[in-house]
């Protein structure tokens, strides 16, 4: 297979996975997301991906762990302070949050990393950061991976809009303005990418942006739980 059909197959599934995901119940999408997740480590493998080359490598396992839970303890003291002032205590407020202790137990720990972490990462900062990272450098790998990754989020940032009620009282519900709120969730999704790409990179593992992307989702969603209670 040439290098062309290789990148068409990848960026094909990752198009047909998502629409998968976005017309879905959140159960079947999650399970769709676990045979996603399988279906790429199959594909990588044929696109001879090494384990090195998905940030899967054992000789870097330590060195990913230690970014891992740097990631968790700095999310975790960053929205233990926006809880705790009033001011950015409303920010945290979203529509969308876990009704009960035990869906917000099931959100973190069986959604967040099955749903979205671990097929996003593979994806993004394993397979395509890898395929790239070999065949053009990891600057081009680094841009490639992370404006996939904000298109990616393209479908759920008007949701993620919907859903903040200080946010949308804020900055109005136009189309103009939702437009341009999509745009930037994308970019801002997009930098994010290049964050978690950096430290796929620095680290030499996929555990650093997996950590990281967790941290990210599963604190905050807590901190959200907290806030609309």
Request: charged share 15%; no cysteine.
């Amino acid at each position: 297979m040439t290098p062309g059909r290789e990148y068409a197959v990848v960026v094909g599934a990752i198009v047909v996975t998502g629409l998968a995901l976005a017309v879905l119940p959140l159960t079947a999408s999650t399970a769709v997301a676990v045979a996603a997740t399988l279906g790429f480590l199959l594909l990588a493998h044929r696109q001879r991906l090494s384990p090195g080359d998905l940030g899967l490598g054992r000789d870097r396992l330590r060195a990913g762990a230690w970014w891992a839970a740097a990631a968790v303890g700095a999310f975790a003291a960053v929205y233990a302070v926006a809880y705790t002032l009033p001011a950015t205590r409303d920010l945290l407020v979203d529509e969308r949050t876990p009704g009960s202790p035990a869906d917000l137990a099931v959100r973190v720990l069986v959604v967040i990393p099955l749903h979205t972490v671990l097929l996003e990462e593979l994806v993004f900062r394993g397979v395509v950061q890898g395929m790239v990272r070999r065949d053009r450098g990891v600057r081009t790998a680094t841009v490639v991976s992370s404006l996939l990754f904000g298109l990616w989020h393209l479908g759920s940032a008007s949701s993620a809009l919907d859903g903040n009620r200080s946010v949308a009282g804020a900055v109005g519900d136009s189309l103009v303005v939702t437009v341009l709120g999509m745009v930037a969730i994308v970019v801002g999704t997009a930098l994010a990418g290049a964050a978690l790409a950096y430290a796929r990179e620095r680290s030499g593992s996929l555990l650093a942006p997996i950590g990281l992307h967790w941290a990210a989702n599963a604190v905050g969603t807590i901190a959200t739980y907290a806030a609309t209670r």
